[in-house]
T-cell receptor
Framework: SQQGEEDPQALSIQEGENATMNCSYK?????LQWYRQNSGRGLVHLIL?????REKHSGRLRVTLDTSKKSSSLLITASRAADTASYFC????????????FGKGITLSVRP | DAGITQSPRHKVTETGTPVTLRCHQT?????MYWYRQDPGHGLRLIHY???????DKGEVSDGYSVSRSKTEDFLLTLESATSSQTSVYFC??????????????FGPGTRLTVL
C-alpha cells in the first residue's frame, strides 16, 4: 500500500487562482517532501518539511504538515500556466538508510 | 541542475535481451536510486545504493540487478528484458543532512521499450 497518497488526482484551475493539493500517509515520518514533474522530465524537488515543523514557505509555495492527522498540504498561490505539471509527495521514514516513498501524483492544469 | 546524467536516454530492445542503464553523478553523493515510472503507478523504487558496493532492493526489484563499483556510477541491469519492463527509468541521488537522507535530485530519465 502507498505510504503517501495525494488528493485530488487531478486539478484544473484558472491562472491567478490558488491550488491546494493534499497528501496523506500511514506511518510516522522523519520528513515529507514535495516534487514537481513537467511532462517528459525528471522530478524536481520543491520543498522539504520535517516532522517537527508545521509550516514552511518558499516563494509562492506554502506547505503544512499535521503529524497528528498524518497529512500535508501544498498550496500554490497566484498560479501561473507554467505551474502546469504533476506534483508528488514523498515521505521519508526515520533511519539513515530509509527510502523515500512517492505517491502517485496530482496532475495540475492551470488554464491561461 | 544537479550533476546527474543517464545513458542511454532512449532504448528499444527485444524480449529476452540483456539491457544495462547507466547513471552517472558528479556530486559525490552517497545515495543513488533507480525508479521506474508507469501510468497509474507513480514512481516505484527498484533498487538503491547507500555506498560503494552497498545496495538494497526496493519494492519492484524482481528482474533487475544493480551494481555500484564507484561512487559516481550506478548501473541497472535487466538480465532478460520483458515487455512488462517497458517504462521510463529515473535515477536519483541524495546526500545526508542531520543523519538522514536529504532531498533527491533526479536525472532526465531513460525511456525503455521492450518489444
Amino acid at each position: 500500500s502507498q505510504q503517501g497518497e495525494e488528493d485530488p488526482q487531478a486539478l484544473s484551475i484558472q491562472e491567478g487562482e490558488n491550488a491546494t493539493m493534499n497528501c496523506s500517509y500511514k506511518t510516522s515520518i522523519n520528513n515529507l517532501q514535495w516534487y514537481r514533474q513537467n511532462s517528459g522530465r525528471g522530478l524536481v524537488h520543491l520543498i522539504l518539511i520535517r516532522s517537527n515543523e508545521r509550516e514552511k514557505h518558499s516563494g509562492r509555495l506554502r506547505v503544512t504538515l499535521d503529524t497528528s492527522k498524518k497529512s500535508s498540504s501544498l498550496l500554490i498561490t497566484a498560479s501561473r500556466a507554467a505551474d502546469t505539471a504533476s506534483y508528488f509527495c514523498a515521505t521519508a521514514l526515520t533511519g539513515a538508510n530509509s527510502k523515500l516513498t512517492f505517491g502517485k501524483g496530482i496532475t495540475l492544469s492551470v488554464r491561461p | 541542475d544537479a550533476g546527474i546524467t543517464q545513458s542511454p536516454r532512449h532504448k528499444v530492445t527485444e524480449t529476452g535481451t540483456p539491457v544495462t542503464l547507466r547513471c552517472h553523478q558528479t556530486e559525490n553523493h552517497r545515495y543513488m536510486y533507480w525508479y521506474r515510472q508507469d501510468p497509474g503507478h507513480g514512481l516505484r523504487l527498484i533498487h538503491y545504493s547507500y555506498g560503494v558496493k552497498d545496495t538494497d532492493k526496493g519494492e519492484v526489484s524482481d528482474g533487475y540487478s544493480v551494481s555500484r563499483s564507484k561512487t559516481e556510477d550506478f548501473l541497472l541491469t535487466l538480465e532478460s528484458a520483458t515487455s512488462s519492463q517497458t517504462s521510463v527509468y529515473f535515477c536519483a541521488i541524495s546526500g545526508m543532512r542531520g543523519g538522514v537522507q536529504d532531498t533527491q535530485y533526479f536525472g532526465p530519465g531513460t525511456r525503455l521499450t521492450v518489444l
